[in-house]
């Protein structure tokens, strides 16, 4: 069983920094993917940024220039470095990996957490 936790977020003014983190835990053969979405009122769930094995990482227009992502394997953790906060930025946000275990490859989430963007 794999298991993911987020911690990091909770209320900011604008222009300011929050960081966020994700960490596995379980029976955990190899990570691939590594990705952080978020979901606003109202709002479908979308991709913010997300980081392969390799390294590469790719992020949604909206974020570009102001988040970054990066993954620690040793620790089985992502980050997601949020900095210029805008009030749209307020949403939930999960974490999400692809995950390989001894059985299988799948998508894991974490439970979410809240970042809201205000003064």
């Known amino acids: 069983q794999v298991q993911l936790v987020a911690s990091g977020g909770g209320l900011v003014q604008p222009g300011g920094s929050l960081r966020l983190s994700c960490a596995a835990s379980?029976?955990?053969?190899?990570?691939?993917?590594m990705g952080w979405y978020r979901q606003a009122p109202g709002n479908q769930r979308e991709l913010v940024a997300r980081?392969?094995?390799?390294?590469?990482?790719n992020y949604a227009d909206s974020v570009k220039g102001r988040f970054t992502i990066s993954r620690d394997n040793a620790k089985r953790t992502v980050y997601l470095q949020m900095n210029s906060l805008k009030p749209e930025d307020t949403a939930v946000y999960y974490c999400?990996?692809?995950?390989?275990?001894?059985?299988?490859?799948?998508?894991?989430w974490g439970q979410g957490t809240q970042v809201t963007v205000s003064s």
């Open positions: 379980g029976s955990i053969f190899s990570i691939y993917h």
């Open positions: 980081i392969i094995s390799g390294g590469s990482t």
């Open positions: 999400q990996m692809g995950v390989a275990t001894t059985t299988q490859i799948s998508d894991y």
